[in-house]
């Protein structure tokens, strides 16, 4: 049986989550050819109640019932990174999803972050409008103010942009945007981002 003390300090640094560092201690760079990291982490989040909601290329989400929130673990994809920071920047809009918290850092290559629970994308209404009509002309305005902040935004990182259902979820009747860039590294530069790491806001962390 655990001392008080020994259960404090396994609270504290739960061995899973040392498993888990210790297994994707090989990772020091983006890399979608290798996924294997997803797979050593279903051990650490079955002990605490979370089973996996869903996984991509750098992410892997997980659930529990007792909580209001789905907690995303990824790797350091510089793209979301800059997302989270716009996300954090425009708490009010009602297409970017609620975050808790602060983005954690389990290793230099390997995040995580608490976000609300939300519903499979269905439709999207007036944003999926704008959002076409924008993207067949540039200058189209939207009428709503929160959707024309998000094109300003998308303007700035369009190369980047990988909008799809996919990376729309649903908060009720209101679309909400996961998700919306992705990071090419090329086939010469393998593990490059496509931006800069070191630009990111550090206040997101």
Do not use: C
């Amino acid at each position: 049986m655990l001392s008080f003390k020994a259960h404090l300090q396994e609270l504290s640094k739960p061995k899973e989550i040392g498993d888990f560092k210790k297994a994707v201690s090989k990772f020091n760079t983006v890399d979608v050819r290798d996924q294997s990291w997803s797979m050593t982490l279903p051990a650490a989040m079955k002990k605490y109640g979370f089973s996996l909601l869903g996984s991509g290329k750098y992410a892997s989400v997980y659930g529990n019932p007792k909580y209001d929130y789905v907690l995303k673990v990824f790797m350091k994809d510089s793209a979301y990174l800059k997302w989270i920071e716009f996300v954090q920047k425009n708490k009010g809009n009602p297409y970017v999803p609620k975050v808790k918290g602060k983005v954690v850092k389990i290793t230099p290559t390997f995040y995580a972050i608490r976000l609300e629970k939300l519903s499979k994308f269905t439709s999207g209404g007036q944003f999926m409008k704008d959002f076409s009509a924008w993207q067949k002309d540039n200058s189209f305005k939207s009428s709503d103010q929160n959707i024309q902040d998000i094109l300003d935004y998308f303007g700035k990182h369009k190369k980047l942009l990988d909008l799809h259902g996919e990376n729309m979820m649903m908060r009720g009747n209101q679309l909400v945007i996961i998700d919306p860039f992705y990071n090419w590294f090329g086939k010469y530069n393998p593990g490059k981002y496509t931006i800069d790491p070191d630009d990111i806001n550090p206040e997101i962390f």
